[in-house]
């Protein structure tokens, strides 16, 4: 019989500073007044277009988000600023992305019923990486104690399924024998706080999650993947042209390109039916209805395009229960997303239930895994 991988183990850092919708819009609000004064006589001569100001109350009717957490707040909610305040550390510190990663892994091992030294394997799976290099995922495996290899990957918000079916193949193929795989979005960092449209979408933090052999697994908890399922599909629709060819860049680019952007109402037309295709045809081939399903961990980017998903593969809207959502409390968290939702939500599952994690976004990029509590 070919092996069974189970994941044993999930953890979550939650950061200190929580930003209410209010808060968001208050600060922007001023900033644009000021842009508004400064820009006056232009605006008076038809040259440049006035600033629209921001409103909370579209911004949760839109997308169901109240709040998001963020690492730093002051400089975010700095009118003059609208982006963290994130102190420069030294080469011997350690980086802000490792420093979330091991309270969220540590839970996830001990939950595992692991010791760090033996992780042999960790994968970074996030859309925003801090630098090109060394890894972070070397960096935290080196803080963690961790034998093994270690690599960085970057597939936007399908980024936590994509590395977790890494996990999953290296532990399939014999290269591991206990893999961490951990999303440590530092979304704030890149979302640009200046946008009326989508100054609202992101949250920061970070999930990690242990994946083991089904034989080798010690904890209690226990969830098998059935199957993992991982597709891609070129688009525009959501893109960032931060990197590092920018400073040889020949040629005008607008800042505001070198930050997360989207055609978010195109997003949401083309991913739902994408994704609804993809879980149906991953249930399709473990011979399960949709009913079979007890929980879907959803990617957490929008409250309405949750509900049209799940609606796509269920045949009605779906209820708390049946597709957990989180973002009104912790907003787009990225790749974190979905993993926050399963680990919040699956303690009242029992044995021989199953549940499908699911993640889209940027590329597009869609990934998923059926789950079955053992
Ligand atoms: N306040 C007031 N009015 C607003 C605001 C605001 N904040 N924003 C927009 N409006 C206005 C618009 O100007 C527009 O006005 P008008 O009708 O006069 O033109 C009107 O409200 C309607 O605007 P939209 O059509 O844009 O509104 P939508 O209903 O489409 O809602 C959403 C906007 C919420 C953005 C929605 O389109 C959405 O959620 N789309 C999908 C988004 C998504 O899932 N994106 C995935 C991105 S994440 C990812 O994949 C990877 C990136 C991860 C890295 C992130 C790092 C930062």
Request: charged share 20%; proline share 4%; glycine share 8%.
């Amino acid at each position: 019989m070919s092996a069974r991988v189970v994941i044993t183990g999930t953890g979550l850092f939650t950061p200190p500073h929580s930003i209410s919708n209010d808060e968001l819009v208050a600060s922007l609000t001023i900033s644009v007044h000021r842009w508004n004064d400064e820009h006056a006589a232009k605006i008076d001569a038809g040259e440049v277009q006035a600033r629209p100001v921001p409103d909370a109350e579209f911004i949760e009717r839109a997308s169901g988000i109240k709040s998001r957490f963020v690492m730093e707040k002051v400089g975010v909610l700095d009118p003059d600023r609208l982006r963290p305040h994130l102190p420069l550390r030294g080469e011997d510190e350690l980086g802000l992305q490792a420093e979330m990663a091991l309270p969220a892994i540590h839970e996830a091992l001990a939950q595992a019923g692991r010791r760090p030294e033996e992780v042999d394997c960790v994968i970074v799976g996030c859309s925003n990486l801090q630098r090109a290099y060394p890894a972070v995922a070397i960096e935290i495996q080196h803080a963690l104690g961790a034998g093994g290899w270690a690599y960085d990957m970057n597939v936007a918000c399908s980024s936590a399924t994509f590395s977790m079916q890494s996990g999953v193949d290296a532990l399939l193929n014999g290269s591991a024998d206990c893999v961490v795989v951990v999303n440590p979005e530092i979304t704030s960092g890149h979302n640009n706080f200046a946008a009326r449209d989508h100054h609202f979408i992101f949250g920061d933090a970070c999930t990690a999650v242990v994946l083991e052999r089904a034989a080798d697994a010690v904890g209690d908890e226990r969830w098998e993947v059935l199957r993992g399922r991982l597709s891609t599909k070129f688009s525009n629709s959501i893109r960032n042209d931060f990197g590092f060819l920018n400073p040889s860049e020949d040629g005008e680019r607008d800042p505001s390109e070198l930050v997360f952007r989207q055609r978010g109402q195109q997003v949401f037309k083309e991913v739902c039916p994408l994704v609804v295709g993809h879980i149906k045809e991953q249930l399709g081939a473990l011979s399960l209805e949709a009913a079979d399903v007890r929980r879907f961990w959803l990617h957490q980017a929008n409250l309405k395009m949750n509900q049209l998903i799940a609606k796509g593969v269920l045949g009605r809207l779906p209820d708390e229960d049946e597709a957990p959502i989180i973002l009104d409390r912790y907003a787009n968290t990225s790749s974190a997303g979905s993993v926050i939702a399963f680990h919040l939500h699956r303690s009242d599952l029992v044995a021989g239930d199953v549940g499908v994690i699911c993640s889209f976004g940027a590329g597009y990029s869609i990934g998923s895994q059926v789950v079955r509590k053992l």
